[in-house]
Nanobody
Framework: VQLVESGGGLVQAGGSLRLSCAASGSTFSINAMGWYRQAPGKQRESVATITSGGGITSYADAVKGRFAISRDNAKNTMYLQMNSLKPEDTAVYYC?????????WGQGTQVTVSS
């Protein structure tokens, strides 16, 4: 499975961004998907996850009510809509999927929120 993220960039506080994660390869075997982020000097943390059918989502407390995860299985693409962005959301955002018990990661996309 190969993953390519896009949609990161520089935005002012209060603004919005939409991240995309396009999957290719053995996509039929993908089940759970999610977004993680890693800020400078901090450990990578889970932001949001979504089940294979898209019916169950979960969010980190820090982003609840502001971020929304979704997936389009027909396009093998996952999204993260990020609203009301804060400077503390600044990080490299990574796409993650699980397939046959193996975790796959994208290369990451930088999100920078200025105050």
């Amino acid at each position: 499975v190969q993953l390519v993220e896009s949609g990161g960039g520089l935005v002012q506080a209060g603004g919005s961004l939409r991240l995309s994660c396009a999957a290719s390869g053995s996509t039929f075997s993908i089940n759970a998907m999610g977004w993680y982020r890693q800020a400078p000097g901090k450990q990578r943390e889970s932001v949001a996850t979504i089940t294979s059918g898209g019916g169950i989502t979960s969010y980190a407390d820090a982003v609840k009510g502001r971020f929304a995860i979704s997936r389009d299985n027909a396009k093998n693409t996952m999204y993260l809509q990020m609203n009301s962005l804060k400077p503390e959301d600044t990080a490299v955002y990574y796409c993650n999927v699980w397939s046959w018990g193996v975790a796959y990661w994208g290369q990451g996309t930088q999100v920078t929120v200025s105050s």
